[in-house]
């Protein structure tokens, strides 16, 4: 009689504790799954992976210090092998189109079925790729078009924050007549005629988070 095979060990990367308490009950409920460490912290998750190298890392995308797409380059930089599924309530085109760009093979939003998760995690443990449906098709709408330069995600995220022109040049140290192209590109990739309207579909997507 065969043995059976040792079950996926999974890193729990959260930084809500109540979270973590459900979605480990969840995992933890199948045979073929066992939580091995959880943290709240990307920072963390980092030490936590070498230590344990787990076989699934799931990853929230809002975390304190390092975020989660952060945390995912950085173990992807030092452990080429490492499988990341992201979890999170990040629903925008962008956060997806990060997150994938930085090395996840999945992307699962907390409000899905948990029947997905599962789905997920043994996927990316075969070496898969996880999208559901949902995900497939923002991923699919994106276009070169809609990337947006390191130093136009600082002005659009000033923006956000309610700053004047005047005031972006000021922080960023540039002049204003500088913000104002850069606005204008902004509001061209995001297809808006104004800053508010721009503010809004950045929000939305996922170029910018309060």
């Known amino acids: ?36 460490a959880q943290t709240g912290s990307g920072r963390d998750a980092l030490g936590l992976y070498e230590q344990l190298r787990p076989d699934v890392t799931l990853m929230d995308l809002k975390l304190p210090g390092i975020t989660g ?8 930089k030092r452990f080429g092998d490492v499988k990341v599924l992201v979890l999170t309530t990040y629903e925008g085109d962008e956060d997806i189109y990060q997150a994938l760009l930085a090395g996840a093979a999945a992307y699962i939003i907390k409000g899905m079925p ?17 999208l559901p449906a949902e995900i497939s098709r923002a991923v699919r709408k994106r276009t070169d078009n809609d990337e947006l330069s390191v130093r136009e995600r600082e002005v659009l995220r000033l923006m956000a924050g309610g700053n004047s022109n005047r005031a972006i040049a000021e922080q960023l140290g540039v002049t204003e007549g500088t913000v104002k192209c ?3 590109v902004i509001l061209s990739r995001l297809g808006v005629k104004d800053r508010t309207q721009a503010v809004l579909i950045a929000l939305r997507r996922g ?4």
């Open 1 to 36: 009689m065969s043995e059976a095979p040792e079950p996926t060990r999974i890193l729990l990367v959260d930084d809500h504790p109540i979270v973590r308490a459900g979605l480990a009950a969840i995992i933890s409920s199948q045979p073929d799954m066992k939580i091995v």
């Open 207 to 210: 170029f910018v988070h309060l």
């Open 182 to 184: 850069h606005v204008g």
């Open 69 to 76: 797409v952060e945390a995912i380059r950085e173990l992807r």
């Open 114 to 130: 948990h029947e997905q998760l599962l789905q997920g995690i043994r996927s990316v443990q075969q070496g898969q790729v996880y």
